[in-house]
């Protein structure tokens, strides 16, 4: 729990406790918002390095075909060169956040976080659906390579498409309740920081 929210309680509890002036509160959102911010840089970092050290040290299976080492390399270069985009964001976001005294242009910012942090989220999704996709593509191409008669082929390709839907969407599933946890939680509290400024930008007018 931040100094704001220490105060909030405080506040709703206390009838005696003395009120901070607005300029005082926007100082408060602005430090709040830069520690939420933080926080999301430093989580895609963790996020960053983490699939960078799997790729690295987990043993994969080499591909023969020269069109899938040509497809997974680009798929990886195109998925890591996202991630680092939108790290980037988020570091420019929080230095804004951090050295804006502005009020407008801190509410700005905010928008722009939850905006790059949801388009951070739906690309992740979208990479992982794309990288079990490729995966199946990859068997069943290796399962027709290698000649079966058509009736072994077509049982291989229903059940390998079965397992991998069934596995994938487990994944996917457990990938977005991650996010929602994880994200979902420090969104809602970047998305109480606008609302309170936005009723403090009201109040002014």
Known sequence: MDGLDLLKKHWNTDKQFP?????EIRV????SSSSIVRWIFFICC??????????????VE???SLFF????????IVFYACIFYFIFQFY????????TNNTRKLMESILAVRNNAHRYIRFNLLAAYAAFGLQLIQLIAKEYIKGEAWGSMLFF?????????????LFVWLYKLYFKVIYGFLLKRLNNNYEELTRLEKEDI
């Not at 408060?28 to 430090?31: D, H, I, K, N």
């Open 28 to 31: 408060m959102l602005r430090r």
């Open 69 to 76: 080492q040509i497809t997974d390399g680009i798929y990886n």
């Open 62 to 64: 080499k591909e023969d």
């Open 92 to 99: 420019t976001l929080l230095v804004q956040i951090k050295s």
């Open 46 to 59: 963790l996020e960053f390095t983490l699939w960078m050290a799997l790729s690295l040290f987990l043993p």
């Open 157 to 169: 390709i229903i059940l390998v498409s079965i397992l991998f839907i069934a596995f994938g969407l």
């Open 19 to 23: 009120q901070i002036d607005s300029s």
